[in-house]
């Protein structure tokens, strides 16, 4: 999975726009001692899969003068809209009660509609602080929404009252996602013993415990029996083991656990759209349009089922371009397939190769890539929601990511995402899924710097800000900073870190050690425990050896953090007032203090400004040969460099500075000519077809241009019959076409070269 | 390799048949990037409009403190009076523009010119001048329809007077100009309709580049765009003054006419035999081109254009 630089947004879920109409979501359990009797009457029978036993008790309330017991019934009985009306009644009847609030907001939250859940939850804290319910649902909610470490919140709550069966389930909830299972058992098996004790439905802390089993490759039976006997229909049980197994990135075997799920609970149409949305991750895009339209079928409200089977009618308009060796497969959207494709397909081949050949391991299926323009097609195909803040997503086999045409010029460098996307292809496979999210990271972005299309460590001063306010996590902790940041640009920082670690094991302990550490990970084992094992230290040490490690490599930023923003700001300052020897000396002390930045505003490019300002073009040139050195790729800063080297006379130089522009910013018709120009030039003449292709793909103006231009490749190539034809095509669309005649004359003897 | 002077001082030697008149005028940035930015586009445009006029000295461009409503009237009124029948007249602005809903406005140091006022003054050239009009402002879509007459191309840069965000369609005109890659048949000419193909593509690379909303729609108006030539390239302008280069051009013209008449049949012949048929067309042509380059070169200029 890659982020943005630039921004951070929640992992999991983000707004889901679904208003309040329609189908009523599952009601989770109410275990809240307050709960009216008449209602837990009508909950038993519909916690043993009673359903017209249950409906019948829950008709009966319909009738009752309280809003809440009528809004309660009407949400267990699906009436959605009325369930709505009537918590809304019982607010305004309660003016000074919490609870109507809490039980409207979890409406609310079943729903998925977390901002609406969490400000009733915030209006029944303003009335009663210490709201025991209020507070249970707003650490779910946080929990559900992995928005930062919900631990102290869920130790007060138990502090407070150890008999409360929601804040055991909640804690081992986030202890199994967490992956503390001794922890998660604990809290399981005590939510049970207090389910049993208070003669409620067990259902949820026996689905924990299967999970627990589950995760520890163990046979759930034992539970999964347990929970089936008490309710036979209760395919929840098996849709959150599917959706743990989707959590620690095992598609294949969620899969069967959805499947469960709905073989138990055939109308279970939560677990019907998980499993359409799980097999669109195994890239079985026929079933999962199979269950998503049974999905649809039974809640036509359902964002996630309606926006992803809208994604997969627009499937149509993809090429699907298969190849083999190695096995592969391309979904690229038609209107840009042709000029896209040469690129993936390199990098893809590239990737694959250098991949399998550093970590032993050769992908057991076929690759599939999927780009998609639309930066919310991206987000549908990836979460069902628009919005979300990711670049490109790894599932297995399976990669989707942002198209460059789906983002501004230069915003991302897709070829680096595609990169460290492939990167994690290897991975998951490599260990079935069990890597640790932040090594499967750490070795993505290792990769991006090591053998990635924009080689060097380039990071940002966040990152040595984080290091030196000792907010970096422990390596046995890395994985936090992932699934549950504490502070607002963590997870990029955890990135950044993730990378570093790997970086550092290295360096330390050489390549094949580092291999050694990912393969630890076949067999179930943390983090700590494969230090120990590979790297015979243990995790304090590791810990200790990498901050020595992290000091020496940003000390001169460490030694004056403020100095290096300082220079930067005073670098810019000169090159806007064209000082140039002021900007000069500036951005070089910047560069010195901490050379890893590469992104926009960053002193080599002012440096390189600053010199060709002065009028020295050689120093302008070595400026920005160490920028992309040391990992700089803005597209704007490439053709600059391009230029340079053009002027300079090196044309070899220059065709492969703007080649490595395709991976960032492919789609500019302008940059193809001129690569395909200087590609000829330097003899490269089946790399000059390339780009001549890729340029008429883009449906240029100047199509006699592209043509010839074809032409001339083809005929270098040896190919005489496409080179006429091409030379034809151009000049049926410009007789004059001087040079272009030239050639047609030389091509039938006519006139010399 | 051009050689845009050398071109210029053989056309100067040789009149051409009709006088071209152009008149540019960068109107008030308010923001020294816009000043810049404006400046610098009615220089290009000044420059690549020479070729086409035959001399710089039919150019007359109103930039900065010059581009008052006084001046502005002042030369085209003069330019009614001087411009014989069959001349052609190139009007470009460049710069700001605003609609209220009734009147555009083209903002100039000073009192602003009203779309009325443009208009009128446009109209006092005598209808036997073809006229061309680009209205490269934000908000020039309010004018498009006002200012069409049968003689008179109109470009506007924008759809609609509510199109109100700065433009970047003057400066892709001003690069069509001097662009090979503007003059898609290569025959050294860059038409209107050449320059307002490639304006309009540049500005949907730009806005897709950034990945912002496009907030400009050029539209273009009346005459025959694509005989209208606004620049030309290389050594084309000595074309209609060497009495060799004229007989060979007239030649060309009878092969392009086979040519035309060919692709005219391209869907109903098979692939190869339609090219088969086009090739001994295009020989003759590039036979052709060869004496034309030949001529030129006897005449000190290269021919090859960009």
């Known amino acids: 999975m890659k982020h943005p630089s630039a921004f951070v947004l929640p992992l999991a879920v983000m707004a889901l726009g679904l208003s309040l109409s329609g189908v009523a979501p599952a009601q989770q359990i109410d275990y809240d001692p307050g709960r009216a009797d008449a209602l837990r009457r009508c909950d038993d029978p519909l916690l043993r899969g009673r359903q017209e036993q249950a409906s019948r008790c829950y008709r009966a309330l319909l009738t009752r003068a309280e809003p809440l017991l009528r ?348 990169w460290h996307e492939m990167a994690h292809v290897f991975t998951l496979s490599a260990t079935q899924h069990r890597v640790p999210r932040w090594l499967s990271e750490g070795l993505s972005m290792f990769e991006e710097w090591r053998t990635g299309p924009t080689p060097g460590v380039s990071v940002g001063p966040d990152l040595v800000e984080a290091f030196i306010a000792d907010k970096l996590l422990p390596v046995a902790r890395l994985d936090e900073g992932f699934l549950r940041p504490a502070y607002e640009n963590q997870v990029q920082i955890s990135y950044m870190q993730a990378g570093l670690v790997c970086l550092f094991a290295e360096q330390r302990w050489g390549f094949a050690k580092l291999v050694e550490f990912l393969h630890a990970f076949r067999e179930d084992i943390t983090t700590a425990d494969a230090v120990r094992r590979v790297f015979a230290v243990e995790p304090e040490a590791f810990d200790a050896e990498f901050q020595a490690f992290m000091k020496q490599r940003f000390a001169p930023y460490i030694a004056q953090p403020k100095r290096w923003l300082e220079q930067m700001r005073a670098a810019l300052t000169a090159r806007d007032e064209k000082n140039w020897a002021a900007a000069r000396t500036a951005a070089r002390a910047g560069i010195e203090l901490l050379p890893e930045f590469t992104a926009g505003g960053n002193a080599y490019q002012t440096l390189a400004t600053a010199e060709e300002g002065a009028g020295n073009k050689a120093a302008a040139i070595e400026a920005l040969r160490a920028w992309r050195k040391a990992g700089g790729w803005d597209p704007q800063g490439l053709r600059k460099l391009a230029q340079l080297l053009v002027e300079a006379g090196n044309q070899s130089e220059a065709a492969e500075v703007l080649d490595a522009v395709n991976y960032v910013d492919p789609l500019a018709p302008a940059g193809h000519a001129e690569l395909g120009e200087l590609l000829l030039a330097t003899n490269r003449p089946a790399d000059a077809l390339r780009e001549y292709q890729v340029l008429l793909a883009l449906a240029p103006l100047d199509t006699a241009g592209a043509n010839y231009g074809l032409a001339r490749a083809a005929r270098a190539t040896g190919d005489a019959a496409a080179a006429r034809r091409h030379l034809l095509q151009a000049l049926e669309t410009a007789p004059r076409f001087r040079p272009a005649q030239k050639l047609l004359l030389e091509m039938t003897g006519e006139e010399s070269p | 390799m051009r050689r845009l002077c050398a071109a210029a001082l053989l056309c100067a030697a040789l009149p051409l048949p009709a006088a071209m008149h152009v008149m540019v005028v960068g109107g008030l940035g308010g923001e020294p990037q816009f000043e810049e930015r404006f400046g610098q586009w009615s220089e290009q445009v000044a420059s690549g409009s020479a070729t086409a006029a035959g001399s710089p000295d039919r150019v007359h461009r109103f930039v900065g403190a010059e581009a008052r409503r006084e001046a502005i009237e002042g030369r085209l009124r003069q330019l009614a009076t001087q411009l014989n029948a069959d001349d052609q007249f190139v009007l470009v602005l460049l710069g700001h523009g605003s609609y209220d809903g009734s009147e555009y406005r083209f903002n100039i140091p000073g009192p602003d010119l009203t779309g009325s006022q443009l208009l009128a003054l446009l109209d006092r050239i005598p209808a036997t001048v073809s006229q061309l009009v680009v209205n490269a402002t934000s908000a020039s879509g309010a004018v498009l329809e006002r200012w069409q007459r049968p003689h008179r191309i109109v470009v506007t840069a924008t759809r609609s007077g509510g199109e109100r965000v700065a433009t970047r369609f003057g400066g892709y005109w001003a690069e069509a100009l001097a662009s090979g890659e503007a003059d898609r048949d290569k025959d050294g000419r860059v038409t209107a309709q050449e320059a307002y193909d490639f304006a309009v593509r540049r500005v949907e690379d730009a806005y897709k580049a950034d990945a912002a909303v496009v907030t400009e729609h050029a539209r273009m108006a009346g005459g025959d765009a694509a005989s209208f030539v606004v620049a030309r390239l290389g050594g084309e302008a000595l074309f209609a003054g060497d009495r060799e280069l004229v007989a060979l051009r007239a030649q060309q013209d009878e092969v392009e006419r086979r040519v035309d008449a060919l692709r005219a049949q391209k869907t109903q012949l098979v692939e190869d035999d339609y090219y088969a048929r086009l090739e001994p067309v295009l020989l003759e042509m590039a036979r052709l081109g060869a004496r034309i380059e030949a001529r030129l070169a006897a005449l000190g200029v290269a021919g090859d254009r960009p």
């Open chain 1, 71 to 418: 809004a309660e019934a009407q949400w267990a009985l699906g009436d959605f809209q009325a369930a709505n009306q009537a918590f809304r009644d019982a607010v305004a009847a309660a003016a000074d009660d919490p609870r109507p609030r809490v039980r409207w907001g979890r409406l609310f939250l079943a729903a998925g509609q977390y901002q609406d859940a969490m400000r009733l939850f915030q209006e029944a804290l303003e009335i009663a602080p210490r709201d025991y319910g209020a507070r249970v649902a707003s650490a779910s909610v946080a929990a559900e929404r992995f928005s930062g470490d919900v631990s102290d919140s869920l130790r007060e709550l138990l502090d407070e009252d150890q008999g409360r069966i929601e804040a055991h389930l909640v804690a081992a909830r986030v202890a199994i996602e967490n992956g503390r299972m001794e922890e998660a058992r604990s809290s399981a098996e005590r939510a049970l013993e207090l389910a049993q004790a208070q003669r409620r439905a067990p259902l949820e802390a026996q689905t924990l415990l299967a999970a627990v089993e589950v995760i520890g490759h163990r046979d759930p039976a034992r539970w999964t029996r347990a929970a089936l006997a008490y309710n036979p229909r209760y395919g929840t049980l098996f849709e959150e083991l599917g959706y743990f197994e989707v959590i620690r990135r095992r598609y294949r075997e969620a899969e069967g656990w959805y499947a469960r799920a709905v073989e138990v609970q055939p109308d279970l149409w939560s677990a019907h759209r998980e499993r359409g949305l799980n097999l669109l991750r195994l890239g079985e895009v026929d079933g999962a349009r199979a269950s998503l339209t049974r999905a649809y079928s039974g809640d036509r409200f359902s964002t996630a089922t309606v926006n992803t089977l809208r994604l997969l009618d627009s499937f149509d308009q993809y090429e699907f371009i298969d190849s083999r060796d190695p096995p592969l497969r391309l979904q690229l959207h038609r209107k840009e397939a042709a000029a896209l494709r040469p690129y993936v397909a390199q990098l893809a081949r590239q990737s694959i190769a250098t991949f399998a050949q550093r970590y032993g391991y050769t992908p057991t299926e076929p690759v599939t890539i999927e780009l998609y323009p639309e930066h919310d097609d991206f987000g549908v195909r990836t979460a069902g929601l628009p919005g979300i803040g990711l670049l490109g997503v790894t599932f297995g086999h399976v990669v989707a990511m942002d198209s460059p045409s789906g983002r501004q010029s230069g915003d991302f460098h897709w070829g680096s995402t595609l």
